[in-house]
């Protein structure tokens, strides 16, 4: 695959970049440059090789997932306007 200027004109355009043919004529070469090493990268024999997520092994430190109340009830409610028993109270809002 190559890239000739009227596809980097038609990409500037559509990318809203104003570029001058001196800019577009630098971009032929740089852009055949980078699919060139793209389909290189295609040729390259990968069968049996896992993906990778990262070249280093990562092991996340994880926290317990215990479920608890947080036992704050009673600082949260202090915040509270109006408060009914160990909930907040609110204004009717349905007739």
Known sequence: ???D???VNKIARLSRIAISDAE???MVGELNGILAWVEQLGEVDVTGV???????TN???LRD???TDGDVRDKVLANAPAKEGSFFG?????E
């Open 5 to 7: 200027k009227d596809t």
């Open 50 to 56: 896992e993906p990778m997520t990262a070249v280093i």
């Open 24 to 26: 577009a004529d630098k």
């Open 90 to 94: 609110v204004p009717k809002v349905i």
């Open 1 to 3: 695959m190559s890239v």
């Open 59 to 61: 092991k996340l430190r």
């Open 65 to 67: 997932d215990a479920v």
